[in-house]
């Protein structure tokens, strides 16, 4: 049995505080704490989307050993439809979009075991390939599962 399990709406202040964590790291490094006034805003569509089992998205948790009520890791990620090409005719394509572990619980395999779990959920829905973002320090634990680096010519417009 793995440690991780579908994250509940009863999770969603802990996977916005995580993603908190993950965001941090990510734009200063580490070092600092970005704004967190957007998770009040966030938290219902939040709660609601953990409570749609069977929707587009999920998140795998692990629950911190340490400190009861909190979570050590998260995962979460989207099932996209894009249209069919060939490799890929029915279009389902995986989105990891937040990889967090708390400080004080990393180097335990938590991220692994939450990762292998949604990558479990993408295959039982049909998703042909995964995408993601991974930094430096994650790359190892995202070649240990199989990902590869993609020359993917990635642009952003905020709307």
Same mark, same amino acid.
């Given at each position: 049995?793995?440690?991780?399990?579908?994250?509940?709406?009863?999770?969603?202040?802990?996977?916005?505080?995580?993603?908190?964590?993950?965001?941090?790291?990510?734009?200063?490094?580490?070092?600092?704490?970005?704004?967190?006034?957007?998770?009040?805003?966030?938290?219902?569509?939040?709660?609601?989307?953990?409570? *749609? @089992?069977? $929707?587009?998205?999920?998140?795998?948790?692990?629950?911190? +050993?340490?400190?009861?009520?909190?979570? !050590?890791? %998260?995962?979460?990620?989207?099932?996209?439809?894009?249209?069919?090409?060939?490799?890929?005719?029915?279009?389902?394509?995986?989105?990891?979009?937040?990889?967090?572990?708390?400080?004080?619980?990393?180097?335990?395999?938590?991220?692994?075991?939450?990762?292998?779990?949604?990558?479990?959920?993408? *295959? @039982?829905? $049909?998703?042909?390939?995964?995408?993601?973002?991974?930094? +430096?320090?994650?790359?190892?634990?995202? !070649?240990? %599962?199989?990902?590869?680096?993609?020359?993917?010519?990635?642009?952003?417009?905020?709307?």
């Amino acid at each position: 049995m793995s440690l991780a399990r579908r994250a509940l709406p009863e999770d969603a202040g802990e996977v916005l505080r995580l993603r908190q964590v993950m965001i941090d790291s990510i734009w200063s490094g580490g070092g600092g704490h970005g704004p967190t006034n957007w998770h009040a805003e966030s938290l219902p569509t939040l709660r609601e989307r953990l409570a *749609r @089992a069977d $929707g587009d998205f999920a998140a795998f948790v692990v629950d911190h +050993p340490d400190r009861p009520g909190a979570l !050590a890791a %998260l995962v979460a990620g989207t099932l996209e439809y894009r249209i069919g090409k060939a490799g890929n005719p029915h279009g389902r394509v995986g989105h990891v979009f937040s990889v967090a572990t708390d400080p004080d619980a990393r180097r335990r395999g938590y991220a692994r075991v939450c990762m292998e779990e949604l990558l479990a959920w993408f *295959r @039982a829905r $049909g998703a042909r390939h995964v995408l993601l973002n991974a930094s +430096p320090a994650a790359e190892p634990l995202y !070649a240990s %599962l199989g990902f590869t680096r993609d020359p993917d010519p990635s642009m952003r417009l905020p709307l």
